[in-house]
């Protein structure tokens, strides 16, 4: 659940330094990675709201941030759309996982399930990958 990481070292690590089976490490991390998404894709709505609330400097932050934001990203997000997130989830690298892809869904003001859904199906190609890479190296070693 660790930001940059992510799955991309607990899965190396599970199945190398642990001995966990490697579906095992998979079906873990990859669970372990979808309470960031959900956190992040409710609790920031949340916080977002609370703030504004609260503060008139913070209410024309996040005002200016989204309109920016989003008027930017809506030509690329009609044309690509939901795959888009998926297949920038999918990639493992860093900055690449379901942490950068859930804020980037929250900032866009993307359909909360629509989007777990892609980002979810993101991160389960990004640990089926790590996870194969993983099990090729060891089994070179």
């Excluded at 409710?42 to 200016?64: H, P």
């Excluded at 003001?109 to 060891?138: C, D, E, H, N, Q």
């Amino acid at each position: 659940m660790v930001p940059v990481t992510e799955l991309r070292v607990s899965i190396p690590l599970a199945i190398g330094a642990w001995g966990m089976q490697p579906w095992l490490a998979l079906a873990v991390s990859f669970l372990g990675n979808l309470v960031p998404m959900v956190a992040i894709l409710y609790g920031f709505d949340w916080l977002q709201r609370t703030l504004s609330q609260r503060s008139r400097l913070f209410a024309e932050f996040f005002s200016k941030l989204f309109e920016r934001t989003r008027r930017k990203f809506d030509a690329k997000y009609q044309t690509y759309g939901m795959l888009a997130l998926c297949i920038f989830v999918a990639i493992p690298l860093p900055a690449t996982g379901i942490w950068t892809g859930s804020l980037a869904a929250w900032l866009f003001g993307l359909k909360k399930g629509p989007s777990m859904l892609y980002i979810g199906l993101g991160g389960f190609i990004a640990a089926g990958i790590v996870t194969a890479a993983t099990v090729g190296i060891r089994a070179a070693v």
